[in-house]
């Protein structure tokens, strides 16, 4: 048996590799956010610099709109947030708490739905939501990303549910509550803890979400951020690539700081939920 | 905080499956099933309804602006299967989704093994590994994509650096070394996801199993072999066919990166669809195209399903005592 | 305090059967106890008496009261779960007062009737606390302090006991036993274990397979059990049974057991000769015989627990247990005789496993 400190090694040995490649993208996000605009082509390519520049951030704050996709990103992942959660909890419950016809057919219907990624539907999708007059409305996108997380939400809910006891429930039955007091009042406190990591998770899906945003939003007001750093690079001759990485930093280290808390549980609830 | 403002906002559904009970005994249909219809109509109409528009517009003439001009049966499927590009991209499909997939799965395995272990520092190494599943696969496209940059790329700069090339590499100007960097990207961003569900495996193995092994003589390797593969088959399982039916649907690193190119040398499946449906507008064509893949995901996921019920069936016994309580 | 009445219930899920008609009479405060083998349905009559489960048919009366649809918490009925079922955010006394603050009690009687309750289970010192920083004993005793503050027409017991140790078991069985006989409310207790059955109860009833086997006190159950099932099943060591055919000879009725062997009996009841039969005595009812009187068995193991003597022995090839109280010095593979007092010996009819 080797000890734990050798271990440690070997294995931080093997990893290392991985957490390099890892890390770099993070680094090269850092690097050139702060570097001033003239050193971005400069040749031979070198890591070094001769300034932090940290306007870069405010500059490019107002001159990609960046505000505003934040603002966009922000309601439609809200909003589809709280609607995917409305509709799962209940589901999720009778999912967990019942038998009922059609539970196992429901069951599946939902793993195919979470398989059925919006690029295979998006031409349907799209053409759905010309119809319903909603193409550059961020409402299709909460619609959408509610439905397409639905699947998620129901399965992490209904694993985490199981593991409330049910005789909790009924003992508060027999102490004289009602229904519906047992619920508010023995089974909604337990399930915040799930809810709230749930939700955290979908919030962050739907945060990620890019080819419905590109295709649903199609004027620049309305893009949400992974839109709207993609179209500062697509299809132009010259790429602000400090102003990029300055987006890409702000759009997405709160939400890996956020992730990194609550992986554990994503752990979990696979754990509990996925494979069994 | 936070918490108090969920639990409000959780009072809703629970509302609104106050009058759903009320409702039930009118229409004779049972609480729970109440309880499910909603997100059962969403889910529907968000994504039952756009498979058969598919179906329907993939059996019409379509204008370039989506007014469907004449039913011409299976004449854009013909279309799309006398098409070479067709064909190259369902191949490179082939290659982007195996080669991404068995990669993922051969890095992925023991590192979900090391982090399983105990070690120092192991609560950090788990948020490094899981970190790139945090970020939108936009947002890491789009830094790769800088990052190597032909010209002035940091990764150019650090092979520079180091003295392992001399001159910058054209990474993304070339079809077959762009299609590998995409691939490498590719697998990266897939290891979080499957090492979590490896980890999920791993996590419930049977600690005595492994004593008894040692007991018994067995070396690592015999552990591996005869105990841990064998028991990690469905997880193992379960990872490939989700991670087959996720890369080959992924758009966003392909798209970023090279948008296909150049010369539709990058170009697979999602790509080529993407490119008909929105820049060359032949929707008939997507449309069919569409209708396939939604075709192969059918298989996958039905697979998936089996492989599932497999799984839950052999857990079927332990069940049985839950269901029944005594 | 009330009676519970059940009448012709019987339960299904689905197409399965789980029970086939229970017809029971629960006296004003007595202490009766389900017990029986997992599966026999005991559970579920109970979560049937708590409206746990619904009734498929028959009736369930508590008092004078059908109370099949009922919802559970308009019976007026205490249960204590399995797994304690305390409610995890909560404290030990928000845990007892659940019920009181759900009926809007007063304050002041809340807080009086926790109080006396948790002085009855020596519960004062931990009232403050949540319940996951109690050891398993006292959640065991909450469970039940959250029952005793309700003054329940009945109280439910779901085998309170089983998860906790051996020693704990013993002493929270008095304990509950000594409750009752200070508070006297009607009690349903469900177990599978036999001596918590025997110490506890009453009465008790013995389920198998959705069915009651006997009903009857304790020491009525371990004298004359009515079957082969509730002679099995109440005792430990089980009771010894052998088969063998009833025959007389000479006015003196015996078993022939399959070896040839002869087991006297005292009558053959209401056995004929040539019936199959199966003879059954209990291991402390067993005595060392005088001379060539009794029967011929080989010692195999002798386990000496302090108190008495367990030896395993073969009897016509099958396995034979006896316990002595007195100190003998027997060794593997020695004959003794047995003999078994004409009072202490069972007969079975061995197609119906009925009681001759």
Same mark, same amino acid.
């Given at each position: 048996?080797?000890?734990?400190?050798?271990?440690?090694?070997?294995?931080?040995?093997?990893?290392?590799?991985?957490?390099?490649?890892?890390? /770099?993208?993070?680094?090269? =996000?850092?690097?050139?956010?702060?570097?001033?605009?003239?050193?971005?082509?400069?040749?031979?390519?070198?890591?070094?610099?001769?300034?932090?520049?940290?306007?870069?951030?405010?500059? =490019?704050?107002?001159?990609?709109?960046?505000?505003?996709?934040?603002?966009?990103?922000?309601? &439609?992942?809200?909003?589809?947030?709280?609607?995917?959660?409305?509709?799962?909890?209940?589901?999720?419950?009778?999912?967990?708490?019942?038998? /009922?016809?059609?539970?196992?057919?429901?069951?599946?219907?939902?793993?195919?739905?979470?398989?059925?990624?919006?690029?295979?539907?998006?031409?349907?999708?799209?053409?759905?939501?010309?119809?319903?007059?909603? &193409?550059?409305?961020?409402?299709?996108?909460?619609?959408?990303?509610?439905?397409?997380? =639905?699947?998620?939400?129901?399965?992490?809910?209904?694993?985490? /549910?199981?593991?409330?006891?049910?005789?909790?429930?009924?003992?508060?039955? =027999?102490?004289?509550?009602?229904?519906?007091?047992?619920?508010?009042?023995?089974?909604?406190?337990?399930?915040?803890?799930?809810?709230? &990591?749930?939700?955290?998770?979908?919030?962050?899906?739907?945060?990620?979400?890019?080819?419905?945003?590109?295709?649903?939003?199609?004027?620049?007001?309305? /893009?949400?951020?992974?839109?709207?750093?993609?179209?500062?690079?697509?299809?132009?001759?010259?790429?602000?690539?400090?102003?990029?990485?300055?987006?890409?930093?702000?759009?997405? &280290?709160?939400?890996?700081?956020?992730?990194?808390?609550?992986?554990?549980?994503?752990?979990?609830?696979?754990?509990?939920?996925?494979?069994? | 905080?936070?918490?108090?403002?969920?639990?409000?906002?959780?009072?809703?559904?629970?509302?609104?499956?106050?009058?759903?009970?009320?409702?039930?005994?009118?229409?004779?249909?049972?609480?729970?099933?109440?309880?499910?219809?909603?997100?059962?109509?969403?889910?529907?109409?968000?994504?039952?309804?756009?498979?058969?528009?598919?179906?329907?517009?993939?059996?019409?003439?379509?204008?370039?602006?989506?007014?469907?001009?004449?039913?011409?049966?299976?004449?854009?499927?013909?279309?799309?299967?006398?098409?070479?590009?067709?064909?190259?991209?369902?191949?490179?499909?082939?290659?982007?989704?195996?080669?991404?997939?068995?990669?993922?799965?051969?890095?992925?395995?023991?590192?979900?093994? *090391?982090?399983?272990?105990?070690?120092?520092?192991?609560?950090?190494?788990?948020?490094?590994?899981?970190?790139?599943?945090?970020?939108?696969?936009?947002?890491?496209?789009?830094?790769?994509?800088?990052?190597?940059?032909?010209?002035?790329?940091?990764?150019?700069?650090?092979?520079?650096?180091?003295?392992?090339?001399?001159?910058? *590499?054209?990474?993304?100007?070339?079809?077959?070394?762009?299609?590998?960097?995409?691939?490498?990207?590719?697998?990266?961003?897939?290891?979080?996801?499957?090492?979590?569900?490896?980890?999920?495996?791993?996590?419930?193995?049977?600690?005595?199993?492994?004593?008894?092994?040692?007991?018994?003589?067995?070396?690592?390797?015999?552990?591996?072999?005869?105990?841990?593969?064998?028991?990690?088959?469905?997880?193992?399982?379960?990872?490939?066919?989700?991670?087959?039916?996720?890369?080959?649907?992924?758009?966003?690193?392909?798209?970023?990166?090279?948008?296909?190119?150049? +010369?539709?040398?990058?170009?697979?499946?999602?790509?080529?669809?993407?490119?008909?449906?929105?820049?060359?507008?032949?929707?008939?064509? +997507?449309? +069919?195209?569409?209708?396939?893949?939604?075709?192969?995901?059918?298989?996958?996921?039905?697979?998936?399903?089996?492989?599932?019920?497999?799984?839950?069936?052999?857990?079927?016994?332990?069940?049985?005592?839950?269901?029944?309580?005594? | 305090?009330?009676?519970?009445?059940?009448?012709?219930?019987?339960?299904?899920?689905?197409?399965?059967?789980?029970?086939?008609?229970?017809?029971?009479?629960?006296?004003?405060?007595?202490?009766?106890?389900?017990? @029986?083998?997992?599966?026999?349905?005991?559970?579920?009559?109970?979560?049937?008496?708590?409206?746990?489960?619904?009734?498929?048919?028959?009736?369930?009366?508590?008092?004078?009261?059908?109370?099949?649809?009922?919802?559970?918490?308009?019976?007026?009925?205490?249960?204590?779960?399995?797994?304690?079922?305390?409610?995890?955010?909560?404290?030990?006394?928000?845990?007892?007062?659940?019920?009181?603050?759900?009926?809007?009690?007063?304050?002041?009687?809340?807080?009086?009737?926790?109080?006396?309750?948790?002085?009855?289970?020596?519960?004062?010192?931990?009232?403050?606390?949540?319940?996951?920083?109690?050891?398993?004993?006292?959640?065991?005793?909450?469970?039940?302090?959250?029952?005793?503050?309700?003054?329940?027409?009945?109280?439910?017991?779901?085998?309170?006991?089983?998860?906790?140790?051996?020693?704990?078991?013993?002493?929270?069985?008095?304990?509950?036993?000594?409750?009752?006989?200070?508070?006297?409310?009607?009690?349903?207790?469900?177990?599978?274990?036999?001596?918590?059955?025997?110490?506890?109860?009453?009465?008790?009833?013995?389920?198998?397979?959705?069915?009651?086997?006997?009903?009857?006190?304790?020491?009525?159950?371990?004298?004359?059990?009515?079957?082969?099932?509730?002679?099995?099943?109440?005792?430990?060591?089980?009771?010894?049974?052998?088969?063998?055919?009833?025959?007389?000879?000479?006015?003196?009725?015996?078993?022939?057991?399959?070896?040839?062997?002869?087991?006297?009996?005292?009558?053959?009841?209401?056995?004929?000769? @040539?019936?199959?039969?199966?003879?059954?005595?209990?291991?402390?009812?067993?005595?060392?015989?005088?001379?060539?009187? @009794?029967?011929?068995?080989?010692?195999?193991?002798?386990?000496?627990?302090?108190?008495?003597?367990?030896?395993?022995?073969?009897?016509?090839?099958?396995?034979?247990?006896?316990?002595?109280?007195?100190?003998?010095?027997?060794?593997?593979?020695?004959?003794?005789?047995?003999?078994?007092?004409?009072?202490?010996?069972?007969?079975?009819?061995?197609?119906?496993?009925?009681?001759?």
């Amino acid at each position: 048996m080797m000890s734990k400190a050798k271990r440690s090694i070997l294995y931080w040995i093997i990893l290392a590799p991985l957490v390099v490649v890892i890390l /770099f993208p993070f680094a090269v =996000m850092f690097v050139t956010a702060v570097r001033p605009r003239d050193e971005l082509f400069v040749y031979p390519p070198t890591w070094g610099f001769s300034e932090f520049r940290w306007e870069n951030f405010a500059e =490019m704050w107002v001159k990609t709109n960046f505000g505003g996709a934040l603002l966009n990103s922000l309601y &439609v992942s809200i909003t589809a947030t709280s609607a995917a959660l409305i509709l799962s909890i209940p589901a999720a419950y009778a999912m967990s708490r019942y038998r /009922f016809a059609g539970k196992g057919l429901y069951k599946n219907f939902l793993l195919m739905t979470q398989m059925m990624s919006p690029i295979v539907l998006v031409l349907g999708l799209f053409r759905l939501m010309m119809t319903l007059g909603l &193409v550059n409305d961020l409402n299709s996108l909460v619609i959408t990303y509610a439905a397409f997380n =639905m699947a998620f939400t129901i399965w992490m809910l209904q694993s985490y /549910f199981n593991s409330i006891p049910r005789d909790l429930e009924e003992a508060a039955w =027999m102490d004289g509550a009602s229904h519906l007091t047992s619920l508010i009042r023995i089974f909604l406190p337990l399930a915040v803890p799930a809810i709230v &990591v749930t939700a955290i998770f979908t919030f962050i899906n739907s945060w990620n979400e890019f080819v419905l945003a590109l295709t649903m939003m199609r004027s620049s007001e309305d /893009f949400t951020l992974p839109v709207q750093i993609y179209s500062q690079v697509a299809g132009r001759y010259q790429v602000e690539w400090h102003h990029v990485m300055a987006g890409t930093v702000l759009a997405t &280290v709160p939400v890996a700081i956020l992730f990194s808390w609550l992986q554990r549980y994503l752990i979990r609830g696979m754990a509990l939920g996925a494979v069994k | 905080m936070a918490q108090s403002g969920l639990s409000a906002l959780c009072l809703l559904p629970v509302a609104t499956a106050w009058t759903l009970e009320t409702m039930a005994k009118k229409a004779h249909i049972s609480i729970p099933m109440l309880m499910v219809l909603p997100s059962l109509l969403l889910a529907t109409g968000i994504i039952g309804y756009p498979i058969l528009d598919l179906a329907w517009t993939s059996m019409q003439e379509v204008s370039r602006f989506g007014k469907l001009q004449g039913f011409v049966g299976w004449e854009n499927f013909a279309e799309v299967f006398g098409d070479p590009l067709f064909y190259a991209s369902l191949w490179r499909t082939g290659i982007w989704t195996g080669a991404v997939v068995a990669g993922t799965l051969l890095i992925s395995m023991p590192v979900a093994m *090391i982090l399983n272990d105990d070690f120092y520092g192991r609560g950090l190494a788990r948020v490094l590994v899981m970190l790139p599943w945090s970020i939108s696969l936009t947002m890491t496209a789009v830094v790769w994509r800088w990052a190597l940059n032909g010209r002035s790329g940091l990764l150019n700069a650090t092979l520079m650096q180091m003295g392992v090339i001399n001159e910058p *590499i054209e990474w993304l100007a070339e079809a077959s070394t762009a299609f590998t960097v995409e691939i490498l990207v590719g697998i990266l961003v897939s290891i979080p996801f499957t090492t979590t569900i490896l980890l999920g495996g791993l996590s419930s193995m049977p600690q005595d199993a492994y004593e008894a092994a040692v007991v018994d003589g067995a070396t690592g390797w015999h552990q591996f072999r005869y105990i841990t593969l064998p028991l990690m088959k469905p997880f193992i399982n379960i990872a490939i066919v989700l991670n087959v039916i996720y890369v080959f649907n992924s758009l966003p690193i392909i798209w970023v990166m090279t948008e296909g190119g150049p +010369a539709n040398g990058t170009d697979i499946l999602v790509t080529y669809l993407y490119k008909l449906a929105f820049r060359f507008g032949q929707l008939g064509k +997507a449309s +069919a195209i569409s209708l396939i893949m939604f075709g192969v995901l059918l298989v996958f996921t039905l697979l998936y399903v089996v492989l599932l019920s497999r799984n839950e069936a052999d857990a079927a016994p332990e069940d049985e005592v839950k269901g029944h309580d005594e | 305090m009330s009676s519970v009445t059940i009448r012709g219930v019987k339960k299904r899920y689905g197409a399965m059967p789980i029970l086939h008609g229970i017809d029971l009479e629960i006296r004003d405060q007595e202490f009766v106890v389900l017990v @029986g083998p997992s599966g026999c349905g005991k559970s579920t009559l109970l979560r049937m008496i708590a409206g746990l489960e619904t009734v498929s048919s028959g009736d369930i009366l508590i008092g004078e009261r059908v109370i099949n649809d009922v919802p559970p918490k308009s019976r007026d009925i205490a249960m204590v779960f399995q797994n304690y079922a305390l409610y995890p955010h909560m404290s030990v006394y928000e845990n007892m007062s659940f019920s009181l603050r759900l009926r809007r009690q007063a304050k002041e009687i809340i807080d009086r009737k926790v109080r006396e309750a948790a002085e009855i289970l020596n519960l004062t010192k931990f009232l403050d606390r949540s319940p996951r920083q109690l050891s398993g004993g006292q959640r065991q005793r909450v469970a039940m302090g959250r029952a005793l503050v309700r003054d329940a027409e009945v109280f439910l017991f779901d085998e309170p006991l089983s998860n906790l140790d051996a020693k704990l078991r013993v002493v929270m069985r008095t304990e509950i036993k000594a409750l009752h006989q200070r508070l006297k409310t009607t009690s349903v207790y469900v177990t599978h274990d036999q001596i918590e059955a025997m110490t506890m109860a009453d009465r008790i009833v013995v389920m198998n397979a959705g069915r009651i086997e006997q009903i009857g006190t304790p020491l009525e159950l371990y004298d004359t059990p009515a079957n082969l099932f509730v002679a099995d099943f109440i005792g430990s060591p089980s009771m010894n049974v052998i088969r063998g055919v009833l025959g007389a000879e000479a006015g003196r009725a015996f078993v022939e057991l399959p070896d040839g062997a002869r087991l006297f009996v005292p009558a053959m009841a209401s056995g004929k000769p @040539g019936q199959k039969v199966v003879f059954g005595a209990r291991p402390e009812h067993c005595a060392l015989a005088q001379g060539d009187a @009794g029967v011929a068995v080989q010692v195999e193991v002798v386990e000496p627990t302090g108190a008495n003597i367990q030896v395993y022995t073969k009897l016509a090839g099958a396995p034979f247990c006896a316990i002595f109280t007195e100190r003998h010095d027997f060794r593997p593979g020695q004959t003794i005789r047995l003999d078994f007092p004409a009072n202490k010996i069972h007969l079975f009819d061995a197609e119906t496993g009925a009681r001759l």
